[in-house]
């Protein structure tokens, strides 16, 4: 299959002789590049590997990189990747692909499906799959690091591509700064990455100026009360009633605390709690993932779920040392944060190469995403985090017409349109390379 919708005949009345040729050269080494490349997806999406373990995964993304001419550098921040290419004084343009998997045993159907199994760090035997795409991200670098390689008269400055571990995680981007990735290697004026998106066609882009993704906090709640016989309530401070009521007096932070308008998500994804019919136990366990897209609401959000749960607990009657205690977690991962002005001049980049009726300005979502990270620095370097349509057109219109729903990253029944998401991928992020870096 052809790239979609990449060339009409208007494109050179509309963008001029340059712009055209640019397109038909950067087509051309795509298409001549993809049966390679598919070939590399395949091999990618069969043998993932789970955040914090992408060893051979890395080791053939830094191969590849290597074989296109750029000094690469391995074992940043794990089994982080770097690789720089200069070609003249101008820009740094940094992209990034993540590289890591997910405990997910996949149910595709494919010829390529991931059959791998391995052992997660807690000594579990679990299946692995790349249910969020980060296959295909990373063919989608390497097809971009081929491009621009053979191409080096349009553009002038310096490129940074890194294969990032352990975005699942939330903690392979900022392992990679710790590690120096701003200060060992070229500094970037901007950062770009993009990301399959499960519910828009293949062959389309997704834009989104501002918040773009969420902040998200993973917070536990040990609820601790008296323990005793389930025939004797009245002698005990029962955990189970208390933590029932925290779980519904929180459903009032995003209703009745947050400002209207404003992002935000409070939800217990597990509660636990006793052994048996007539025992009432000493504590319950509550796990809460709490999302928002400002620091403010951040910061707001997190004080109230404190503060409800140990005056839930003094209204029970609870004794001071047995106050519920609340533990957010260190692995915080930041909102993803688009500056309007560059993600409007990359939006109208990519509606002049794929054609404006392919380019959707789309939500924010409440997921996360680490690449925030590489804003978030004193630098506070521009970022771009942009969507590459990923569901074939024809299941993407049966579905539109109310026909199955579409399954959702992380599912283990999804996988993208390869040809066309891949190409569509490696054209936008190369015009934006060429727009950034342009002579």
Request: glycine share 10%; with cysteine.
């Amino acid at each position: 299959m052809r790239i979609p919708l990449l060339v009409t005949l208007c494109m050179a009345t509309r963008f001029g002789a340059l712009a055209q040729g640019q397109f038909d050269v950067v087509r051309s080494k795509i298409n001549g590049e993809y049966p390679s490349l598919f070939e590399l997806y395949k091999q990618l999406h069969a043998n993932p590997e789970l955040s914090f373990h992408e060893e051979k995964t890395s080791a053939r993304v830094a191969e590849e990189l290597k074989r296109v001419g750029f000094e690469v550098t391995t074992g940043v921040g794990g089994f982080g990747v770097v690789a720089v290419l200069k070609n003249g004084s101008g820009p740094t343009v940094l992209i990034r692909s993540d590289m890591d998997a997910l405990p997910v045993k996949e149910q595709t159907g494919l010829p390529y499906a991931s059959k791998v199994t391995t052992k997660d760090d807690a000594g579990n035997e679990v299946s692995v799959m790349h249910a969020c795409g980060h296959d295909l991200h990373m063919t989608t670098l390497i097809g971009t690091a081929r491009v621009l390689a053979s191409y080096k008269t349009e553009w002038h400055g310096t490129l940074v591509l890194i294969g990032q571990p352990a975005e699942e995680r939330g903690g392979g981007a900022r392992a990679m700064l710790k590690d120096g990735l701003f200060t060992r290697f070229p500094k970037p004026d901007f950062c770009l990455a993009l990301h399959d998106k499960a519910d828009l066609a293949a062959g389309k882009i997704g834009v989104v100026p501002g918040p773009a993704m969420a902040n998200v906090d993973s917070v536990d709640i040990t609820v601790r009360g008296v323990g005793g016989h389930g025939a004797w309530p009245h002698t005990t401070k029962d955990p189970v009633v208390l933590a029932s009521q925290i779980v519904l007096a929180l459903q009032t932070i995003v209703s009745r605390e947050v400002e209207p308008g404003e992002g935000a998500v409070v939800t217990v994804g597990s509660i636990h709690g006793g052994s048996k019919h007539n025992i009432i136990p000493d504590e319950v366990k509550l796990q809460l993932t709490v999302r928002s897209y400002t620091d403010e609401v951040r910061q707001q959000t997190l004080a109230a779920i404190k503060r409800i749960a140990r005056g839930q607990a003094f209204a029970a009657g609870v004794p001071e040392d047995r106050l519920p205690v609340v533990v957010v977690e260190d692995e915080f991962t930041p909102a993803t944060f688009n500056p309007p002005e560059l993600t409007g001049r990359l939006a109208k980049v990519f509606k002049g190469w794929v054609g404006e009726e392919n380019v959707e300005q789309v939500k924010p979502v409440m997921g996360g995403e680490d690449f925030s990270e590489y804003g978030r620095t004193a630098e506070k370097i521009p970022t771009c985090f942009f969507w590459v349509g990923g569901v074939k057109r024809e299941v993407f219109a049966d579905s539109a017409r109310g026909g199955k729903s579409l399954p959702s990253l992380h599912s283990a029944f999804w996988s993208p349109d390869p040809e066309p998401t891949i190409k569509t991928g490696i054209t936008a992020m190369t015009a934006a390379v060429l727009e950034l870096m342009k002579q």
